[in-house]
């Protein structure tokens, strides 16, 4: 089974928090909006996008099956 990463942007304030954790798959634009560059969790980001969910002070990021 595969896994995704959900933002709920009514809870994201983007802090940027999780780009600070790993700017590949998050990323704040210059209005600060952010975006999700790729929703996939894989090997290589695992690890960073679930501390992410972790550190999100807003609780805004979910892993979620698909
Ligand atoms: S860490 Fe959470 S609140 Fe901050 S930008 Fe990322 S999703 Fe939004």
Redesign the pocket.
Known sequence: MTQKIE?DFG?????????GIIPEV?D?DDDDY?HVLTDHVTPDNEQQVRE?VR????Q??AIVDE
């Open positions: 933002v809870l994201c304030e983007s802090n940027g928090v999780c780009m998050f704040l952010l992410s550190q999100c002070p807003r805004a990021i």
